[in-house]
Structure formats: structure tokens, C-alpha cells
């Protein structure tokens, strides 16, 4: 397996969110200490065409809510850049404390465009914290322009993901 710093599972519609908390979940156990979000979704009301979004905090249990109502009819992207922008913030700050792994949610549409979690992520790789995401086919291109030769992608397996975050640890002790 490769030491790259930064992984991202790929997934097209598997369910994502519930695989990685059961990751988070298993690494929790085994005394790591993680910082990042795990992402939810609410039932999709009358409305809108989608459910609400909420990112929650690994290491405190925080809610944000990512989603924004748009109204009746509406069909564009309803991501509160606002509120990820907050999230970011609090992530960043739980930086410092230095946990063994930094796992987001998404790289998704704000990260292709230079947004969202992409400058987390940065700050995370200088302070040589690694760093597991997720990314659909569709953002796939962007995402390896971005991570280059830093990233690495991971197949929708846990035991997969599992010794890769096993690599990192191994690799910061080893440092």
C-alpha cells in the first residue's frame, strides 16, 4: 500500500456517509484520534427536490447545516458556502491539536473549484496531518489535479481504507 498523505475513496452511489462513519467508527476504537466531519442527510421535504445536509464534527459532536432552502421549484445546488466556510474554520482550529487523521466528508463541486474544504486540506498535508475524503467520478479529474502525486485513490473497501490509514500512522511514527 502507498504512504501518500492523501486519499480519497472513490464512490458513485454506494452509501458514502454511512460507509465512512463505520470507518470512523473502527478507527475510534482503536484509540485514534480523528478530526473532520461526517456528513448526514434529513428527509427531502415538500419543498425542494433534496434533503437537508448537516456536517457534524468527528472529535465534538458539532452540527452544521450545509444546506440552505432555495424555495419551491428549485433544482441548483443548495450548499450554504457560508456555512461550510464556518465548519472549515472550527476544523482548521481542531488542527492544532494534532490528531492522527483528518477525514472529510467530500471532495466534491467547491473543492474542484478551489473552494469548500480545499485550503483544509492544504494546511492539514503542511502540518503533516493526513487526509481521507471521498470523491465521485464526476469531480475525479479535478481531484487529481489537485492531490498530483500527494494522492492516492481507494476503492470502496474498508479493509482497503483501513491499511492505508494503518500506512500513515506507521509513516508519522516512523518520521
Request: aromatic fraction near 6%; glycine fraction near 10%; charged fraction near 20%.
Amino acid at each position: 500500500m502507498t504512504a501518500t498523505p492523501l486519499a480519497a475513496i472513490r464512490f458513485d452511489d454506494q452509501d458514502i456517509d454511512g460507509f465512512v462513519a463505520g470507518l470512523v467508527e473502527v478507527l475510534r476504537s482503536a484509540g485514534w484520534r480523528l478530526s473532520g466531519v461526517l456528513q448526514s442527510r434529513g428527509i427531502a421535504d415538500t419543498e425542494c427536490h433534496c434533503a437537508d445536509m448537516d456536517l457534524t464534527s468527528i472529535a465534538t459532536g458539532e452540527v452544521f447545516r450545509i444546506s440552505q432552502p432555495l424555495g419551491n421549484g428549485s433544482h441548483g445546488c443548495r450548499l450554504h458556502p457560508g456555512a461550510l466556510a464556518q465548519c472549515s474554520e472550527v476544523l482548521a482550529g481542531e488542527l492544532t491539536t494534532k490528531p492522527d487523521l483528518l477525514v472529510l466528508n467530500r471532495f466534491g463541486q467547491g473543492e474542484s473549484e478551489g473552494r469548500g474544504f480545499r485550503d483544509l486540506i492544504a494546511r492539514a498535508l503542511e502540518l503533516g496531518i493526513p487526509v481521507l475524503t471521498t470523491v465521485r467520478p464526476k469531480y475525479a479529474a479535478a481531484w487529481a489535479d489537485f492531490g498530483g502525486e500527494l494522492a492516492s485513490d481507494l476503492p470502496f473497501d474498508a479493509d482497503a481504507v483501513l491499511a492505508w490509514a494503518q500506512d500513515q500512522k506507521e509513516a508519522r511514527h516512523a518520521a
